[in-house]
Structures are given as structure tokens and as C-alpha cells.
């Protein structure tokens, strides 16, 4: 039980891998509160979780939820959004990318200025799920691949101001993973990412739930700034 009785809030944690870390961090001890902008009240009852409401597009939300955690082990900064999946960069509309950015990027450091008061109390660990399109560059995903290199920047930034509080700050970058949100996703596409991998295999929410739990636990305790790439070995660091 790596993460018994230590309190842990997961972003966009009502499905997909958000859903999947949440399952595990109940299953390694702690008490998991997951927060989205979909309604995970029933998620949180079927899996011993607490639901709070947030829309990480808004800054007045962050802020009513921040005043609901008063001390926090962990933060598992997930969710996110796509939005312009398939789109060349000339398709792309700068709404698209204004969105994108306000939710990817500027959700993700105002949730941990938010939450920072609750980490600080116990020298919590933070985890931001970033990808391996960033890694890589994806193309056809601009946007969203703009915004997963900038919160890999912002691990390592926050990893520097937050380390002399004793609070650690890692990214995990998983690959192409079979959830309902890449549904969309043409099979071929799924394929071809198998097929890049030395694990010559589909990749599952199960499969980026270790490297989680590990940058949750004492265990890490000094490692911070890193970006763990699970993707079965698409692309290697
Ligand atoms: N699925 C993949 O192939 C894959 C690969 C690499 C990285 N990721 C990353 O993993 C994380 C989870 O992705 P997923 O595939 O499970 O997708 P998902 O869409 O199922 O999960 C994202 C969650 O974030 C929530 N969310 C969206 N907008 C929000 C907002 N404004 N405020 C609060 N919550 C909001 C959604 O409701 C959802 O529950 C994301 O950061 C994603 O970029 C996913």
C-alpha cells in the first residue's frame, strides 16, 4: 500500500486514464478526490472516490475548488483536452488554440497555484500528464502537441521553485492509449504506434498507472523536474 492514507486529487479524473489513476491510488491506500468538468459523482460512488465539479478553462473555478483541499499529498494534474485532432496546422482555428492552451496549459499552473497552500502543508508530490506526441512531434495535432511541451517545461520550472519546499513535481508522458477519448482515432493510426514500439502491443490506461503511482510515493521522493516516457518503448529518452 504505497499510498496508504495519503490524500491525492486527480484532474479529469471521471474517465478515461484520469479514471484509471484514480482505481489505482484507491487501490494502493489513499483517499482520492477526483476532479472534472464532466459529472463524476457516479465514477466517484462506483470507486470509493469524492467528486468535485471544476472547469479548468475557468480561473474562478480552479479558485472554489482550491478552497475545498486543505492538504494534499498528491496532485495528479490530467486532464486535458485535443479539440483539433486531425487538423493540419493551416486548418487549425485559433479558437481551437485558445482553448486548448486555456485548458492544457493555463489549467495546469493555476490548479498547482491553487492547490500549492494543501501541497506545501505535507511537501506533497505533483504528477502532469503530459505525452509523447510532444516528445515526437505529432503532426495533425499542433495544438494539443504545443501544450504538452509547454506544462514538460513547466515540470521542470515548478520542479525549481517548489523543490525548496520539499515538493516534488515529475511528468509522465504516455503513448497513444486506447480510452473512449481516442476512439476517433483511425485503426491504422493505433497500428502504426504498435508497431513503432519495442512492447509490440496496444496501449492501455492500466499501462501509465505505475510510473504514477511511483512519482506519488516516498519512493521518489528525490526525483523531481523528469519526464517518465511509458509508451512501450515508441520513443526512448
Ligand atoms: N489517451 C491517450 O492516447 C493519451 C496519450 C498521451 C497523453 N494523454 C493525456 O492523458 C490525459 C487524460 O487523457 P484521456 O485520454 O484519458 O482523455 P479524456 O478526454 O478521457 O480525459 C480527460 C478528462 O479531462 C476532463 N476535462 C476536459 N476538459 C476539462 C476542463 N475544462 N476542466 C476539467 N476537466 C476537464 C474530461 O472531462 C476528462 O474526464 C490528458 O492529459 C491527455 O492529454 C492521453
Same mark, same amino acid.
Given at each position: 500500500m504505497q499510498l496508504r492514507n495519503k490524500t491525492i486529487l486527480v484532474t479529469g479524473g471521471a474517465r478515461g486514464?484520469?479514471?484509471?489513476?484514480?482505481?489505482?491510488?484507491?487501490?494502493a491506500g489513499a483517499h482520492v478526490l477526483i476532479a472534472d468538468v464532466i459529472d463524476g459523482t457516479e465514477v466517484a460512488k462506483q470507486?470509493?472516490?469524492r467528486f468535485l465539479p471544476v472547469d479548468l478553462a475557468s480561473p474562478s473555478s480552479i479558485q472554489d475548488l482550491s478552497k475545498k483541499v486543505e492538504k494534499l499529498d498528491g496532485l495528479v494534474n490530467n486532464a486535458a483536452i485535443t479539440n483539433s485532432g486531425g487538423r493540419t496546422m493551416e486548418e487549425l482555428d485559433v479558437d481551437v488554440w485558445d482553448k486548448v492552451m486555456a485548458v492544457n496549459v493555463r489549467g495546469t499552473w493555476l490548479?498547482?497555484?491553487?492547490?500549492?497552500? =494543501? #501541497?506545501? @502543508?505535507?511537501?506533497?508530490?505533483?504528477?502532469?500528464?503530459?505525452? $509523447?506526441?510532444a516528445l515526437w512531434g505529432a503532426p495533425?495535432?499542433?495544438?494539443?502537441?504545443?501544450?504538452?511541451?509547454?506544462?514538460?517545461?513547466m515540470t521542470r520550472g515548478m520542479a525549481r521553485e517548489l523543490g525548496p519546499d520539499g515538493i516534488t513535481v515529475n511528468a509522465v508522458a504516455p503513448g497513444l492509449t486506447e480510452v473512449e477519448a481516442t476512439e476517433y482515432?483511425?485503426?491504422?493510426?493505433?497500428?502504426?504506434?504498435?508497431?513503432?514500439? =519495442? #512492447?509490440? @502491443?496496444?496501449?492501455?490506461?492500466?499501462?501509465?498507472?505505475?510510473? $504514477?503511482?511511483?512519482?506519488l510515493s516516498d519512493d521518489a521522493a528525490f526525483m523531481t523536474g523528469q519526464v517518465l516516457p511509458v509508451n512501450g518503448g515508441f520513443v526512448m529518452n
Open positions: 486514464l484520469g479514471r484509471a489513476f484514480a482505481e489505482a491510488a484507491i487501490k470507486i470509493g472516490a490548479m498547482m497555484r491553487g492547490c500549492l497552500p =494543501a #501541497l506545501r @502543508r505535507v511537501k506533497g508530490n505533483v504528477v502532469i500528464v503530459a505525452s $509523447v506526441t495533425r495535432l499542433l495544438a494539443y502537441i504545443s501544450s504538452k511541451g509547454a506544462v514538460i517545461a482515432v483511425p485503426a491504422e493510426r493505433h497500428q502504426h504506434y504498435a508497431q513503432g514500439r =519495442a #512492447l509490440k @502491443r496496444s496501449q492501455q490506461a492500466q499501462d501509465a498507472c505505475g510510473a $504514477v503511482m511511483f512519482l
